[in-house]
């Protein structure tokens, strides 16, 4: 905690703490909730940008910066569904997972420093996609947990949107992941815990993508299956080397 | 009764059956890897298979057999779901929202067979060379380092490194720039900058690979993206406009 306080003599962690306060105003649903919403995503994408132009390269290398982008894709992501169903509750729902986020990435130890074997354009690439479709796989979260509260079907609909919309980035991710192991490993696959549970999350999305199409399971029980997505995504992020253990990637 | 058969691999019932064991096998595995660390350490030096066939201890490695033949069993549903989507009619107007799940079963087929020949027929060890002082790690092929450049941190370790390798076939040569995340390919295999060993003077560590699924597989996952992407395309631009 007071490492986090220190680190705040920099601009760009008080970019990230300005932006976790105006995302915090949203949840007091007053009137000008949106626009507090619109300001925090803008503050949380200039920081993000000066975070990269201060290290010289995309700053997805470590878990400091990568859970604070996880956050701003989910705010990104709960901002396009808000537009397209016109429903502030997922705004409202959703914002307090995006100040979490950035809460722990705020107390993460930041290491600003890069391993040559992660310094290549297909690792960028990779954990932009593969970052950018958990914040996808979040609002579907949010607006399937909202599904299920309320029955409104406009709301399902949105929940089926945004995981194919993540799963498919997903997919993007694992492929673009699986060139860049090849340049720098010799291999696509390893057998690891974090190459299972990957492939399991993957797995995981293409069974609710299937059994959306089962009359069974139309309605809550798909619902409910899509609402765990984001859950194994971050298993398999967060839980995988620690509650389960996975030696780190290497040769 | 095969009519029934038929009917029983293609329903989604199956393929959501399916998805599920699958699940199922790799918890398992995700839980026994780190249990029995040792044992696995060498699993990825080495084909899948020749691995499995030298490592039968089968209280451990049955969830890899079992994960084989549900992702087998699988590839199966999905050729057959593949085929009894051919002999459909199809109308203009859903051709693509149809297609394109096709062209996705594809690419995880091609991935499956991307595995199959890397787990049947791969290649990969590790050479220390030192500069100047060639060697041949295939018939026919000789690999001498040129250069090498070491960057060391503060603590003294190295930080960054790179080298040139000259590589020999046939009396073709060539001078390529090796570095980590950065291989060289050349004669059907790929040459990795693993590490640098600090004895008297740097020695490089290289790993050289042949990979024969990995053509396959990229090309699995470019289908992928394609009928996913396509499909997304289908599925709701079209219905907005």
Redesign the interface.
């Given at each position: 905690m007071i490492e986090a306080f220190a680190e705040l003599q920099e601009l760009s962690s008080w970019l990230l703490l300005a932006a976790a306060i105006l995302y915090i105003l949203v949840i007091g649903e007053s009137r000008y909730a949106k626009y507090y919403f619109w300001a925090g995503l803008l503050i949380h994408g200039v920081n993000f940008l000066m975070r990269g132009l201060d290290l010289g390269w995309v700053p997805l290398a470590e878990k400091h910066d990568t859970i604070s982008f996880i956050g701003f894709s989910l705010a990104l992501s709960l901002a396009y569904a808000e537009r397209k169903t016109r429903n502030d509750r997922l705004l409202l729902f959703g914002t307090p997972l995006v100040v979490a986020f950035l809460f722990i990435s705020f107390l993460s130890r930041r290491q600003d420093e890069i391993?040559?074997?992660?310094?290549?354009t297909?690792?960028f690439l990779h954990s932009v996609t593969y970052f950018g479709s958990l914040g996808m796989l979040g609002a579907g979260m949010v607006a399937g947990g909202l599904f299920l509260h309320g029955r409104v079907s406009e709301l399902e609909q949105m929940q089926y949107?945004m995981l194919?919309?993540g799963?498919?980035i997903y997919?993007?991710a694992?492929?673009l992941g699986?060139?860049?192991f090849?340049?720098?490993?010799?291999?696509?696959?390893?057998?690891?815990?974090k190459e299972?549970?990957s492939?399991?999350t993957w797995?995981?999305l293409?069974?609710y993508a299937?059994?959306r199409?089962?009359p069974r399971f139309r309605g809550w029980p798909a619902a409910a299956m899509g609402t765990l997505g984001f859950a194994f995504a971050l298993f398999t992020y967060f839980g995988?080397g620690t509650v389960?253990?996975?030696?780190p990637t290497a040769? | 009764m095969l009519n029934t058969l038929y009917r029983f691999l293609v329903s989604l019932s199956t393929v959501f059956w399916s998805f599920a064991l699958l699940l199922g096998l790799m918890l398992v595995g995700s839980l026994m890897l780190p249990e029995n660390l040792a044992f696995f350490s060498g699993i990825d030096d080495e084909p899948l298979f020749r691995w499995l066939l030298a490592n039968a201890e089968i209280t451990k490695v049955w969830w890899i057999w079992a994960l084989v033949a549900g992702i087998a069993w699988l590839g199966l549903s999905t050729v057959l779901c593949t085929l009894d989507f051919l002999r459909t009619r199809l109308s203009r107007v859903r051709f693509l929202l149809r297609v394109t799940p096709q062209v996705m079963h594809l690419g995880v087929l091609f991935v499956m067979l991307g595995h199959l020949l890397t787990g049947s027929y791969g290649f990969k060890t590790d050479y220390m060379v030192r500069k100047g002082d060639p060697i041949e790690p295939l018939e026919n092929i000789r690999l001498t380092l040129e250069n090498l450049d070491l960057t060391l941190d503060e603590l003294g370790l190295a930080a960054d490194w790179r080298a040139d390798l000259r590589l020999e076939e046939q009396g073709q040569s060539v001078t390529r720039q090796i570095r980590p995340a950065g291989p060289v390919y050349f004669g059907g295999l790929g040459f990795y900058f693993k590490s640098v060993a600090m004895e008297e003077e740097p020695v490089a560590v290289l790993r050289i690979c042949r990979d024969p699924g990995a053509p396959w597989a990229l090309a699995g996952g470019i289908l992928l993206i394609m009928g996913g992407t396509a499909f997304l395309y289908a599925r709701f631009r079209k219905s907005e406009a």
């Open positions: 391993s040559p074997f992660l310094n290549s297909w690792f949107r194919l919309y799963w498919i997919t993007v694992l492929v699986s060139i860049w090849f340049v720098a490993y010799g291999t696509y696959w390893l057998w690891t815990s299972l549970w492939t399991l797995f995981y293409g069974m299937h059994a199409l089962m995988v389960i253990p996975s030696p040769f | -």
